[in-house]
Each structure stands twice: as structure tokens, then as C-alpha cells.
């Protein structure tokens, strides 16, 4: 898409070409809707509160006897339906916070961008160095734009004197292009944002998020790889250390025993031999002894 550059006296100087896959995407209204009602949610901060019968004070007496009275029976004067008694389900301190997709919020604020571009609602500067801080400078810089409504200035980056230059006029806002959003856009007529705002803009927007690759045991594929050691670094391996371990435990099993001492001859005496029998024959069982004289 084509979109005239000016200058901060309103004269065109030059014709830039932006992306279509950024200033020019067909309008998607379910979804800017529901990015505007998330957007119009997460600013809520949900402090209201009210008391119940419990929470109020007082009422701790039954107001008259339970019977004989002609009166319809109570027991407190901080029922729900007596006055300063408590409230019904009335609201209470909640979070109205929602989550929108990365992707969906970047398509979101693409359809809305796009928008602006084909209503010519989006006016591209080359710069903004008549901004000195003054509130006259802006209003000078308008009147030479031609805005008379609501605008929102984008810059690239967050710029002092832009922002100051703006802080006294109640229908101008100042906004860095990191955080623009649908929301913003929705909310203001005009839009004028720097070149190099636009080409940021183009550069990071028509990239589509990356996805998280997980897999099937649960782990994300892209936090691994990212924690991969580099190249030329060898990781250590717990398995191949219980094997070199079990190999040298195996070693020293099978590793041949000392060498055994020379055995020394002793003499044995020869009463000592028949010694030996006659103590082995004493030794003899009686029954096996029957048994010789019944053979």
C-alpha cells in the first residue's frame, strides 16, 4: 500500500510502499470486537463491594417476640428486606482479567491499522523536530495536518518533547509503537505516526509468533534446543559413567590373585601317626562295630 509522507508543514514529500500483509488486511469485525471487549475488561479493576446481613453492623436483637404480636415474625433488623440491612448478591471483589492470543491480538491490530490506512485516516511525517515541549508547537503542527478531532501520535520511540507538547491538550495522545494496540486506535479519529514508526511496524508485525512444539512426553521442544550445549562441548553423559564403572569393577574381580606362598614341608613325628589311628578307632561308632561281628 501506498501512503503519502508529509512534512510538519503539511506538504507531501514523498510516496512510501508499506507491506500489505500489515496496512492493507480485509477487516475482521468479530474479532476486533472481542479484542475491544477484552481490552475494555482487563482495565477493570474490580474493588466494588457491598455487605451482607453478616457483614453489617448491628442486628444482633430480635426485634419483638416471635409470636402474638400480629406482626410478621423477624429475627434481625439487618434482614435483606429491612432498611440498612444487607444486600442480596450484590457484587463483590472479583478479577475480570482475559487472555487473548498473541496472534489474535497482532491480526487484531493489523485489521484496525489497515483500517485507518484505506480511510486515510493515517498520516506518515517525517519527522517531528518542530516538537520542542511547548504545547503551541502541537497545536501549530495540527493546524498544518488539518486534525481537528481526536489523534494519537506514534512515534518509535518514547520522545520527551513529543509527549510534553501533547500532555495539555485533552484530545491528543502520545504512544511508542511497541504498545500500540487495536484498543488505542479504536479509541482516537487520527492516527500519525513517523516513518520509522511504519516501518517498525511493518517489520515486526507481518512476523507470525512462534508456536510451542511440544512434545509427546510433555517437554517443550523449543526451551531444549535452547538449552543445547554448544558445539565443540562435549556433555557428559551419566550411562557412559555407570558403564566405565561396571567395566573397572569387573576388572578387579577378575584381576589374578597374589601370588600364593611357597608351602613349608613340616616333619610329623611317627607317634604321632599312630596316635592318630588309635584315636580314630576309639572314635568308632558301637553299632558300626556289631555290624563287623554279625559279618
Not at 192 to 198: F, K, N, Q, W
Not at 271 to 289: K, L, V
Request: proline share 6%; with cysteine; aromatic share 4%.
Amino acid at each position: 500500500m501506498e501512503i503519502t509522507v508529509k512534512n510538519q508543514t503539511g506538504e507531501t514529500v514523498e510516496t512510501i510502499d508499506l507491506d500489505d500483509a500489515v496496512y492493507n488486511v480485509p477487516m475482521n469485525h468479530s474479532l476486533v470486537h472481542q479484542a475491544l471487549v477484552i481490552y475494555q475488561a482487563n482495565k477493570r479493576h474490580g474493588t466494588h463491594d457491598t455487605k451482607t446481613r453478616a457483614q453489617v453492623s448491628g442486628g444482633g436483637r430480635k426485634p419483638w417476640i416471635q409470636k402474638h404480636t400480629g406482626r410478621a415474625r423477624q429475627g434481625s433488623t439487618r434482614s435483606p428486606q429491612w432498611r440498612h440491612g444487607g444486600v442480596v448478591f450484590g457484587p463483590h471483589p472479583r478479577s475480570y482479567r482475559m487472555a487473548l492470543p498473541k496472534r489474535y491480538r497482532r491480526l487484531a491490530l493489523k485489521c484496525v491499522l489497515s483500517d485507518k490506512a484505506r480511510e486515510d485516516r493515517l498520516i506518515c511525517l517525517n519527522s517531528m523536530d518542530t516538537l520542542n515541549g511547548k504545547t503551541k508547537s502541537m497545536v501549530s503542527l495540527l493546524q498544518n495536518l488539518n486534525v481537528t478531532g481526536s489523534a494519537l501520535v506514534v512515534t518509535k520511540e518514547s520522545q520527551e518533547p513529543v509527549v510534553r507538547s501533547a500532555q495539555n491538550l485533552s484530545n491528543i495522545w502520545t504512544i511508542p509503537v511497541n504498545l500500540l494496540n487495536a484498543h488505542e486506535l479504536l479509541r482516537r479519529d487520527m492516527v500519525i505516526m513517523t516513518v520509522e514508526a511504519a516501518r517498525w511496524a511493518e517489520e515486526n508485525l507481518q512476523l507470525e509468533p512462534q508456536r510451542k512444539r511440544i512434545r509427546g512426553d510433555g517437554i517443550d521442544a523449543g526451551s531444549m534446543a535452547a538449552e543445547a550445549p554448544p558445539e565443540g562441548s562435549v556433555a557428559e553423559d551419566p550411562v557412559a559413567e555407570e558403564t566405565v564403572k561396571e567395566d573397572s569393577v569387573a576388572e578387579l574381580t577378575e584381576a589374578p590373585p597374589a601370588a600364593e606362598e611357597e608351602a613349608v614341608p613340616v616333619e610329623v613325628p611317627a607317634n604321632a601317626e599312630e596316635e592318630s589311628g588309635d584315636a580314630s578307632e576309639e572314635n568308632e561308632s558301637p553299632e558300626a562295630s556289631e555290624s563287623e561281628e554279625e559279618a
